[in-house]
């Protein structure tokens, strides 16, 4: 599976759109992009994948640039409840296993 | 759909007990289900991968006779922490996909937490 790299924390102001920003600079052909979440004591929540085109769905958009070597997870009206470590990973669909990085810690501030 | 149970969601045992975590697939079968542990402020680290019918396979540095894995039916795996320490206390968190839908994502339960005192 293609290194990702994400920002250590983020700040984002309740009911603004968060962006989360994410590298892989390595992702092959196959792999798709995934976001998981996990809120404090949770276990991780599927948000969104894609490959090429830019996903969306009723948790968020994923907006992948055309290189492929990066994308952006938007919360659109971000609300307390979405503080969380938001995880990006590259993997190819159908991967049996994932493999979690430290993630982006974001911060919803009221 | 796609839920994932996992039953308890917190336990307190005595160092040497062995301590049972059920892992649940509600609405879906699942012959794969995954095993994670996840330390304080630590992102989640992959222990053995469940195979309904079969021995699980254990990553790198897990052992298997400490971490005893049971897949014995579609919908249920369990972990059994066997003879637990304290350094055995962590959240612990089972995770499976919809057997025939290797598109779909992985589905996770919202984690054991383990206190060995």
């Known amino acids: 599976d293609a290194k990702t790299t994400q920002p250590t924390s983020m700040d984002c102001a309740e009911g603004r759109a968060a962006n989360l920003p994410c590298n892989h600079s390595t992702i092959s052909g196959n792999e798709y992009v995934y976001w998981y979440r996990q809120i404090h004591s949770q276990g991780p929540q599927y948000i969104i994948h894609g490959l090429k085109n830019n996903e969306t769905n009723e948790m968020a958009s994923l907006i992948i640039t055309e290189d492929r070597k990066s994308s952006t997870l938007i919360l659109p009206h971000a609300t307390l409840r979405d503080t969380a470590v938001y995880y990006c990973m590259a993997i190819i669909q159908g991967a049996q296993k994932l493999v979690f990085g430290q993630g982006t810690r974001l911060t919803i501030n009221p | 759909g796609a839920v994932v149970s996992q039953h308890p969601s917190w336990v307190i045992c005595k160092s040497g007990t062995s301590v049972k975590i059920e892992c649940r697939s509600l609405?879906?079968?699942?012959?794969?289900m995954f095993w994670y542990r996840q330390f304080p402020k630590q992102s989640l680290m992959l222990m053995a991968t469940s195979n309904e019918g079969s021995k699980a396979t254990y990553e790198q540095g897990v052992e298997k006779d400490k971490f005893l894995i049971n897949h014995a039916s579609l919908t249920l795996s369990t972990l059994t922490v066997t003879s637990a320490h304290p350094e055995d206390s962590s959240f612990y968190i089972c995770?499976?996909?919809?057997?025939?839908?290797?598109?779909?994502?992985?589905?996770f339960g919202n984690g054991t937490r383990l206190t060995v005192t």
């Open positions: 609405d879906f079968q699942a012959t794969t």
């Open positions: 995770s499976a996909r919809v057997t025939q839908g290797v598109n779909s994502p992985l589905h």
